[in-house]
Nanobody, 122 residues
Framework: QVQLVESGGGLVQAGGSLRLSCAAS????????MGWFRQAPGKEREFAAA???????TYADSVKGRVTISRDNAKNTVYLQMNNLKAEDTAVYYC????????????????WGQGTQVTVSS
Protein backbone atom coordinates (compact mmCIF):
# COMPACT_ATOMS: atom_id res chain seq x y z
CA GLN A 1 0.00 0.00 0.00
CA VAL A 2 1.28 3.45 -0.93
CA GLN A 3 -0.21 6.74 0.19
CA LEU A 4 0.55 9.86 -1.81
CA VAL A 5 0.18 13.48 -0.75
CA GLU A 6 0.69 16.31 -3.22
CA SER A 7 1.61 19.88 -2.35
CA GLY A 8 2.94 22.99 -4.02
CA GLY A 9 -0.01 24.05 -6.12
CA GLY A 10 -1.30 27.58 -6.18
CA LEU A 11 -2.04 30.66 -8.24
CA VAL A 12 0.68 31.92 -10.55
CA GLN A 13 0.85 34.34 -13.44
CA ALA A 14 1.47 33.15 -16.96
CA GLY A 15 5.19 32.72 -17.52
CA GLY A 16 5.79 31.87 -13.88
CA SER A 17 6.98 28.67 -12.24
CA LEU A 18 5.80 26.20 -9.66
CA ARG A 19 7.28 23.07 -8.14
CA LEU A 20 4.88 20.37 -7.13
CA SER A 21 5.85 17.74 -4.60
CA CYS A 22 4.41 14.32 -3.92
CA ALA A 23 5.34 12.64 -0.67
CA ALA A 24 4.89 8.89 -0.55
CA SER A 25 4.53 6.58 2.40
CA UNK A 26 6.03 3.12 2.54
CA UNK A 27 9.48 1.63 2.39
CA UNK A 28 9.36 0.54 -1.24
CA UNK A 29 9.04 3.96 -2.89
CA UNK A 30 12.25 3.47 -4.86
CA UNK A 31 10.75 0.46 -6.64
CA UNK A 32 7.69 2.34 -7.91
CA UNK A 33 7.22 4.13 -11.19
CA MET A 34 5.77 7.58 -10.55
CA GLY A 35 3.61 9.75 -12.72
CA TRP A 36 2.01 13.18 -12.75
CA PHE A 37 -1.36 13.67 -14.36
CA ARG A 38 -3.66 16.65 -14.59
CA GLN A 39 -7.35 17.23 -15.03
CA ALA A 40 -8.96 20.49 -16.07
CA PRO A 41 -12.65 21.18 -15.48
CA GLY A 42 -14.79 19.30 -17.96
CA LYS A 43 -11.83 17.44 -19.40
CA GLU A 44 -10.40 13.97 -19.03
CA ARG A 45 -7.39 13.26 -16.89
CA GLU A 46 -4.27 13.58 -18.99
CA PHE A 47 -0.69 12.50 -18.65
CA ALA A 48 1.97 15.09 -17.91
CA ALA A 49 5.16 13.26 -16.94
CA ALA A 50 6.49 10.04 -15.49
CA UNK A 51 9.68 8.70 -14.04
CA UNK A 52 10.54 5.04 -13.76
CA UNK A 53 12.07 3.41 -10.70
CA UNK A 54 15.42 3.67 -12.53
CA UNK A 55 15.01 7.39 -13.21
CA UNK A 56 14.03 7.30 -16.88
CA UNK A 57 11.63 10.13 -17.61
CA THR A 58 8.92 10.67 -20.21
CA TYR A 59 6.82 13.73 -20.94
CA ALA A 60 3.65 14.65 -22.71
CA ASP A 61 4.18 16.79 -25.79
CA SER A 62 2.05 19.51 -24.22
CA VAL A 63 4.57 20.08 -21.42
CA LYS A 64 7.85 18.90 -22.92
CA GLY A 65 10.56 21.50 -22.55
CA ARG A 66 8.73 23.33 -19.77
CA VAL A 67 8.42 20.60 -17.16
CA THR A 68 10.92 18.40 -15.35
CA ILE A 69 10.05 15.38 -13.25
CA SER A 70 12.51 14.17 -10.64
CA ARG A 71 12.56 11.92 -7.63
CA ASP A 72 14.42 11.76 -4.35
CA ASN A 73 14.23 8.21 -3.07
CA ALA A 74 15.85 9.15 0.23
CA LYS A 75 12.91 11.49 0.88
CA ASN A 76 10.24 9.30 -0.72
CA THR A 77 9.28 12.28 -2.86
CA VAL A 78 8.71 12.97 -6.52
CA TYR A 79 8.72 16.50 -7.91
CA LEU A 80 7.32 18.28 -10.91
CA GLN A 81 9.09 21.50 -11.77
CA MET A 82 6.94 23.57 -14.09
CA ASN A 83 8.29 26.63 -15.88
CA ASN A 84 6.86 29.10 -18.34
CA LEU A 85 3.37 28.21 -17.21
CA LYS A 86 0.43 28.90 -19.50
CA ALA A 87 -3.26 29.42 -18.84
CA GLU A 88 -3.93 26.01 -20.36
CA ASP A 89 -1.84 24.40 -17.64
CA THR A 90 -4.59 25.24 -15.16
CA ALA A 91 -5.80 21.96 -13.68
CA VAL A 92 -5.77 19.73 -10.65
CA TYR A 93 -2.48 17.88 -10.67
CA TYR A 94 -2.35 14.31 -9.40
CA CYS A 95 0.55 12.15 -8.40
CA UNK A 96 0.31 8.43 -9.11
CA UNK A 97 2.36 5.32 -8.43
CA UNK A 98 2.65 2.05 -10.28
CA UNK A 99 4.65 -1.07 -9.37
CA UNK A 100 5.12 -2.08 -12.99
CA UNK A 101 3.70 0.37 -15.52
CA UNK A 102 5.69 3.34 -16.78
CA UNK A 103 3.53 4.83 -19.50
CA UNK A 104 1.04 7.64 -19.91
CA UNK A 105 -2.23 5.78 -19.45
CA UNK A 106 -3.75 6.69 -16.10
CA UNK A 107 -5.34 3.22 -15.90
CA UNK A 108 -1.89 1.73 -15.45
CA UNK A 109 -1.36 3.44 -12.11
CA UNK A 110 -2.50 1.85 -8.89
CA UNK A 111 -2.16 4.54 -6.25
CA TRP A 112 -3.27 8.16 -6.43
CA GLY A 113 -2.98 11.28 -4.35
CA GLN A 114 -5.79 13.70 -3.67
CA GLY A 115 -4.53 16.31 -6.11
CA THR A 116 -3.30 19.87 -5.87
CA GLN A 117 -4.81 22.81 -7.75
CA VAL A 118 -2.67 24.82 -10.15
CA THR A 119 -4.19 27.99 -11.53
CA VAL A 120 -2.38 30.10 -14.10
CA SER A 121 -3.70 33.58 -14.70
CA SER A 122 -3.18 35.17 -18.09
Amino acid sequence: QVQLVESGGGLVQAGGSLRLSCAASGRTFSSYNMGWFRQAPGKEREFAAATSWSGRSTYADSVKGRVTISRDNAKNTVYLQMNNLKAEDTAVYYCAASPGYTGGDYRGYTYWGQGTQVTVSS
